[in-house]
């Protein structure tokens, strides 16, 4: 089976660079046999950042370079001549990333919007070169300061897809076919379970040129918090939505059962998601041949404090009933105050967190193939005895 190009997660190592060390050189020129100090200071390590940007899907540029080093910054010189500032490393990433420390599973960050840009890791500052601590009474000091170590560590990287709307349904439920039939999307559609293996997105117009965005993801199954099936590992793709989409067949023998079954899977997968407001889709009401008889029995004991609409995509009906629904939850003030709520609720429960090692690639080794720590260069002894009486500015 080919590998997807869609990649949502990524385990990566970074380490910035360290600062440079100042110089202890002392001026002399022909007709000033004692110039006094003149090192230069060093040149600040370089930062890791993270970049958004729009133009990137997934994580798949970093699925193959995901050892990310910025550059040393470089050694103070003579005549008061700074070293090179290190050069910054930036990770470019989709809009909607979140960053994980990859030890402790421990939020750290997310990227929301284009061009916006999060030190991860700061650069080592440069040591102070010697001219800095010449005084009336110590003229000549023959000592500087060594640049600030640099700092390394591991993230995990996860990809949660940013719109308004996220479909939940067991496989086979209809929702690649009503993302096909009311937006310009087009999902794989076939009859049998789990044709939809990765998470797509797609753009739906609404009245008067307005518009939002609805994800549809792989079906989740009873068990999936357990590990069963895809689901749960795409579950992550609807954790920012504002609304959920929940998409039940008219043809299930207990339509309440099923609802109940895909809410219970969500909170334990994450209990903020019951927080979201909710829309009960009953789909395929093609096969009953939209019967309003049949539809008034289907009602009786299905949850009354959602809206339900039933729809037919296949057919073209009650689809703009449906989007009128979303459209009218999406704006309600309630729905507003719980997705903001839910926004600030990011930190893994333990069931979440113990799934990711199992979709990173084997790390081992990390920190220590490619690094050049071995090339630094330290002062002598007699030259830093008293550096511990200074401290960077």
Known sequence: MAESNFIDYVKIYCRSGRGGRGSTHMHRAKYLPKGGPDGGNGGRGGHVILRGNRNYWTLLHLRYDRHIQAEHGGNGSKNKSSGKQGANHYIEVPCGTAVYD???GEYVCEVTEHEQEIILLKGGRGGLGNFNFATPTNQAPRYAQPGEPMQERSFILELKLLADVGLVGFPNAGKSTLVNAISSAK??????????????????????????????????????????????????????????????????????????????????????????????????????????????????????????????????????????????????????IAAINTQESLIHTPKRFAYMDELADDDEGWGDENSDDDDIEYLDEEEIEDLDDFEYE
């Open 102 to 104: 990859a030890e402790t």
């Open 187 to 336: 999902p794989k559609i076939d009859n049998y379970p789990f044709t939809t293996l990765e998470p797509s997105l797609g753009i739906v117009s609404y009245r008067d040129g307005r518009s939002f965005v609805i994800a549809d993801i792989p079906g989740i199954i009873e068990g999936a918090s357990e590990g069963r099936g895809l689901g749960l590992r795409f579950l992550r793709h609807i954790e920012r939505n504002s609304l959920l989409l929940f998409m039940v067949p008219a043809d299930t023998e207990d339509i309440r059962h099923e609802y109940d079954v895909l809410l219970n899977e969500l909170a334990q997968f994450n209990p903020d998601m019951l927080n979201k407001g909710r829309v009960l889709a009953v789909t395929k009401c093609d096969l009953l041949g939209m019967d309003e008889e049949l539809i008034e029995m289907l009602k009786e004991g299905l949850p009354d404090d959602i809206p339900v609409v039933f729809i037919s995509a296949v057919a073209q009906q009650g689809l703009q009933e449906l989007k009128d629904i979303l459209w009218k939850e999406m704006n309600s003030e309630s729905n507003k």
